[in-house]
């Protein structure tokens, strides 16, 4: 074994900066018209770990939706990560992203989760409740990220990271 | 109660109660197991899924790997209609594949061969192929097909995870594990779009000279990046290979590139590339040996023709050195004929020689150039040393000279100054041991005409023969009627000058017959000419039978079946 490779699937609901936060984090390899097209686009990045190991991250961003179908199912096997992204603005887009959790757990074994909570550069219109993180982060990393500004972005791969490594 | 139960009550009480808690709990756990054997149908998929977690999926393959396998068997023989239909919708597609791609294959080659069949070109493969036996087909794809691989991705089936990788070094580097993810999606993009449920996937995408390849395996998929034309056996290679890969991966999935022994060999491009141009499933060749003939008789006639032309020019080269060896005057120290069509002679002439390049051009091959490298030198040969007399002594006419084993012999009439002068030079003369003059006589001398005449009758019968046709029978008896007058013209003039005067008779044989045979046969035609003269008029008791010598020659001819006289005189003894 030479190089730790996992596969990472981004999964959140239609606009909740999936992409945006992907290209924050990785050199843009394929055009973003694969989203619309295919419904997935493909980048990889290695992470430091804090042992000094790289694990190296390929990741799926999954188009945008508030329930997987037949095809995202196909592009989710395989994985060993999901980073579950939400808007914070919208309550319903974290809805969104534990159903499809859910959905993502009849595929995967015990896949290694990261939330991301977006769009920290407008908190003062999030209506995600403070509480409510603080209770999900009881059963799941919880990361409040800004793809705008790349806040938290880093620290949120690094943790999804961390644990597929582990 | 009776005495005897209130004992036992205060005897067994305790154990009672216990027997009964033990009843109860027996009746409980049967109640309990009856439960659990009615819930397990219910259960068992949960319970199977909990049992893959972690390690627990090795150990339930391990568990169930026999009784499957041996379930599997027993339905083929037992059930082998119902494993007809569940394979059908496998089958059918797999023998429509397999009957799409011979015919894509064999239109392809079709079709090139048509466009190259009348072209210089094509007939120049028609050729090849003929030549080494290998389908004319063949021929034309190991001819046509160019292509290069830039790289190889062997990709995990379902994460799309690149295990191991391999690019020509010219090409540029790339995200492997994007792209190979990225066509994993695609993969299954199109089979979700096009095929839905049925199995296969993206095999092949094509994008100008650049192709793709994607060779599906149950673990891992070979992606081949191209350009060019690659021949159909490429793709059969590389699912080869991708056999040999599953063979050596291990049975859990790949966390990413590995390493394994056998696997770089596996995915080498310029093996694959070799082993694409080769075809393994190709009968052995039948290679014509015509061409092999064909050739090698021409190198055989071009050795032999060399071999003939040296060995001629050999004898040629033989033939001359022989004839300058035996010319007259020259001394030849080497011939250089090395190179064919030129010959350098070596050697030395007498200024008094001839020159031997006509006789030699007559025996060389016309057009050779010939060349002497000569050096002057005396010859003592016997023609040479006779011309240089005559040169020297300039002989009058009536004088004859001959030279030979060394003796320098002057016969004639001359006048008596020549005479002395010639006695005087002769013996300067090189090559000229002894002088004989006997024969040469002054002209005022009264007898010399009478002496000249005896020594030319002498000579004149040395040169007369009587041939035989066989045995004593004589051809023409001219000749003998020819020796008859000189004998006797030489008795007179040996009177008259004082010398007595004998004839011996000689006989010859030609080669057959014994020496016995032969010896008396000589010796009878000597006898007969003695005999024949005698009885022609020369005094009996001047004639004898002279020495039966054998001849040398193997041929028979009618030269050698004859008979000589030979005269021999000396001063009569009343010195007269």
């Given at each position: 074994?030479t190089?730790?490779a996992?596969?990472?699937?981004?999964?959140?609901?239609?606009?909740?900066?999936?992409?945006?936060?992907?290209?924050?984090?990785?050199?843009?390899t394929?055009?973003?018209?694969?989203?619309?097209?295919?419904?997935?686009?493909?980048?990889?990045?290695?992470?430091?770990?804090?042992?000094?190991?790289?694990?190296?991250?390929?990741?799926?961003?999954?188009?945008?939706?508030?329930?997987?179908?037949?095809?995202?199912?196909?592009?989710?096997?395989?994985?060993?990560?999901?980073?579950?992204?939400?808007?914070?603005?919208?309550?319903?887009?974290?809805?969104?992203?534990?159903?499809?959790?859910?959905?993502?757990?009849?595929?995967?074994?015990?896949?290694?989760?990261?939330l991301?909570?977006?769009?920290?550069?407008?908190?003062?219109?999030?209506?995600?409740?403070?509480?409510?993180i603080?209770?999900?982060?009881?059963t799941?990393?919880?990361?409040?990220?800004?793809?705008?500004?790349?806040?938290?972005?880093?620290a949120?791969?690094?943790e999804?990271a961390r644990?597929?490594?582990? | 109660?009776?005495?005897?139960?209130?004992l036992?009550?205060?005897?067994?009480?305790d154990?009672?109660?216990?027997l009964?808690?033990q009843?109860?709990r027996?009746?409980?756990?049967a109640?309990?197991?009856?439960?659990?054997?009615?819930?397990?149908?219910?259960?068992?998929?949960?319970?199977?899924?909990?049992?893959?977690?972690g390690d627990?999926?090795?150990?339930l393959?391990?568990a169930?790997?026999?009784?499957?396998?041996?379930?599997?068997?027993?339905?083929?023989?037992?059930?082998?209609?119902?494993i007809?239909?569940?394979?059908?919708p496998?089958?059918?597609?797999?023998?429509?594949?397999a009957?799409?791609?011979?015919?894509?294959?064999?239109s392809?080659?079709?079709?090139?061969?048509?466009e190259?069949?009348?072209?210089?070109?094509?007939?120049?493969?028609?050729?090849?192929?003929?030549?080494?036996?290998?389908?004319?087909?063949?021929?034309?794809?190991k001819?046509?097909?160019?292509?290069?691989?830039?790289h190889?991705?062997?990709?995990?089936?379902?994460?799309?995870?690149?295990?191991a990788?391999?690019?020509?070094?010219?090409?540029?580097?790339?995200?492997?594990d994007?792209?190979?993810?990225?066509?994993?999606?695609?993969g299954?993009?199109?089979?979700?779009?096009?095929?839905?449920?049925?199995?296969?996937?993206?095999?092949s995408?094509t994008?100008?000279?650049?192709?793709?390849w994607?060779?599906?395996g149950?673990?891992a998929?070979?992606?081949?990046?191209?350009?060019?034309?690659?021949?159909?056996?490429?793709?059969?290679?590389?699912?080869?290979?991708?056999?040999?890969?599953?063979?050596?991966?291990?049975?859990?999935?790949?966390?990413?590139?590995?390493?394994?022994?056998?696997?770089?060999?596996?995915?080498?491009?310029d093996?694959l590339?070799?082993?694409a141009?080769?075809?393994?499933?190709?009968?052995?060749?039948k290679?014509?040996?015509?061409?092999?003939?064909?050739?090698?008789?021409?190198?055989?006639?071009?050795?032999a023709?060399?071999?003939?032309?040296?060995?001629?020019?050999a004898?040629?080269?033989?033939?001359?050195?022989?004839?300058?060896?035996?010319w007259?005057?020259?001394?030849?120290?080497?011939?250089?004929?090395?190179?064919?069509?030129?010959?350098?002679?070596?050697?030395?002439?007498d200024?008094l020689?001839?020159?031997?390049?006509?006789?030699?051009?007559?025996?060389?091959?016309?057009?050779?150039?010939?060349?002497?490298?000569w050096?002057?030198?005396?010859?003592?040969?016997?023609?040479?040393?006779?011309?240089?007399?005559r040169?020297?002594?300039?002989?009058p006419?009536?004088?004859?000279v001959?030279f030979?084993?060394?003796?320098?012999?002057l016969?004639?009439?001359?006048?008596?100054?020549?005479?002395?002068?010639?006695?005087?030079?002769?013996a300067?003369i090189?090559?000229?041991?002894?002088?004989?003059?006997?024969?040469?006589?002054?002209?005022?001398?009264?007898?010399?005409?009478?002496?000249?005449?005896?020594?030319?009758v002498?000579?004149?019968?040395?040169?007369?023969?009587?041939?035989?046709?066989?045995e004593t029978?004589?051809?023409?008896?001219?000749p003998l009627?020819?020796?008859?007058?000189?004998?006797?013209?030489?008795?007179?003039?040996?009177?008259?000058?004082?010398?007595?005067?004998?004839?011996?008779?000689?006989g010859?044989?030609?080669?057959p017959?014994?020496d016995?045979?032969?010896?008396?046969?000589?010796?009878?035609r000597?006898?007969?000419?003695?005999?024949e003269?005698?009885?022609?008029?020369?005094?009996?008791d001047?004639?004898s039978?002279?020495d039966?010598?054998a001849d040398?020659?193997e041929?028979?001819?009618?030269a050698?079946?004859?008979?000589?006289?030979?005269?021999?005189?000396?001063?009569?003894?009343?010195g007269?």
């Open positions: 074994m190089e730790l996992r596969k990472v699937c981004m999964l959140g609901d239609f606009g909740v900066g999936k992409t945006s936060l992907v290209s924050r984090f990785v050199r843009n394929f055009s973003d018209k694969y989203l619309t097209t295919v419904g997935v686009k493909v980048d990889s990045k290695h992470v430091a770990l804090p042992d000094a190991r790289t694990v190296k991250l390929v990741v799926w961003d999954i188009a945008g939706k508030s329930a997987l179908d037949a095809l995202n199912l196909n592009y989710l096997r395989g994985a060993t990560g999901l980073m579950l992204v939400a808007d914070g603005t919208r309550e319903a887009s974290l809805r969104a992203t534990l159903n499809l959790l859910m959905q993502a757990r009849d595929v995967l074994d015990d896949p290694a989760v990261v991301v909570v977006n769009k920290l550069d407008l908190v003062e219109r999030w209506q995600v409740a403070p509480a409510t603080a209770e999900l982060r009881r799941l990393p919880v990361v409040e990220t800004s793809a705008q500004s790349g806040d938290g972005v880093e949120a791969f690094a999804l644990k597929l490594a582990a | 109660m009776g005495d005897y139960q209130r036992k009550e205060l005897l067994l009480g154990e009672r109660a216990e009964d808690r009843r109860e027996l009746a409980e756990l109640r309990d197991v009856e439960h659990d054997r009615a819930g397990l149908p219910r259960e068992l998929p949960r319970l199977l899924r909990e049992a893959q977690r627990g999926r090795d150990k393959v391990d169930l790997s026999a009784p499957v396998a041996s379930a599997l068997g027993t339905a083929v023989r037992e059930q082998r209609q119902t007809v239909d569940a394979l059908f496998i089958i059918g597609p797999a023998i429509r594949k009957i799409v791609e011979a015919l894509r294959d064999f392809d080659g079709f079709n090139r061969a048509l190259s069949s009348l072209t210089p070109r094509g007939l120049k493969w028609r050729f090849e192929a003929w030549r080494t036996g290998v389908p004319y087909a063949q021929v034309v794809l001819n046509t097909l160019s292509f290069r691989l830039d190889l991705f062997l990709i995990e089936r379902d994460s799309g995870l690149v295990i990788r391999e690019s020509a070094p010219e090409v540029a580097d790339l995200d492997a994007a792209i190979s993810g990225m066509l994993t999606a695609i299954d993009f199109v089979r979700d779009s096009v095929g839905g449920d049925a199995p296969g996937s993206l095999a995408a994008v100008g000279e650049h192709l793709l994607v060779v599906e149950p673990r998929n070979l992606a081949v990046f191209l350009r060019g034309v690659p021949p159909a056996q490429l793709r059969l290679v590389l699912q080869e290979r991708l056999e040999q890969i599953h063979a050596l991966l291990p049975e859990a999935p790949a966390d990413g590139a590995v390493t394994l022994p056998g696997l770089r060999e596996a995915l080498d491009l093996r590339r070799h082993a141009a080769l075809d393994p499933h190709a009968p052995p060749k290679t014509r040996p015509w061409p092999l003939v064909l050739v090698a008789l021409a190198i055989g006639g071009a050795l023709w060399w071999l003939v032309n040296d060995w001629l020019w004898r040629h080269l033989h033939d001359a050195e022989k004839a300058l060896r035996a007259p005057g020259v001394h030849v120290d080497g011939i250089d004929g090395s190179r064919r069509g030129a010959v350098v002679v070596r050697g030395l002439i200024p020689a001839e020159s031997p390049r006509a006789a030699l051009a007559q025996l060389l091959p016309p057009d050779t150039s010939l060349a002497f490298e050096r002057g030198y005396v010859s003592t040969d016997p023609a040479l040393v006779a011309r240089r007399a040169q020297l002594l300039a002989p006419e009536g004088v004859r001959a030979a084993d060394g003796r320098l012999a016969r004639g009439v001359a006048p008596a100054a020549w005479v002395a002068a010639a006695r005087e030079r002769a300067w090189p090559g000229v041991a002894v002088l004989d003059l006997d024969a040469l006589h002054a002209a005022e001398d009264p007898s010399a005409a009478q002496e000249a005449e005896l020594d030319a002498g000579e004149a019968l040395r040169e007369l023969k009587v041939e035989f046709v066989r029978e004589a051809a023409d008896p001219a009627e020819a020796m008859r007058a000189q004998a006797l013209r030489a008795l007179e003039l040996a009177a008259m000058l004082g010398y007595d005067v004998r004839f011996t008779c000689h010859y044989n030609d080669a017959g014994g016995v045979l032969n010896r008396a046969l000589r010796e009878r000597a006898e007969w000419l003695c005999a003269l005698a009885r022609r008029g020369v005094p009996a001047r004639l039978r002279g039966s010598v040398a020659a041929a028979p001819t009618i050698l079946r004859a008979a000589s006289l030979r005269l021999e005189r000396a001063r009569s003894a009343d007269k």
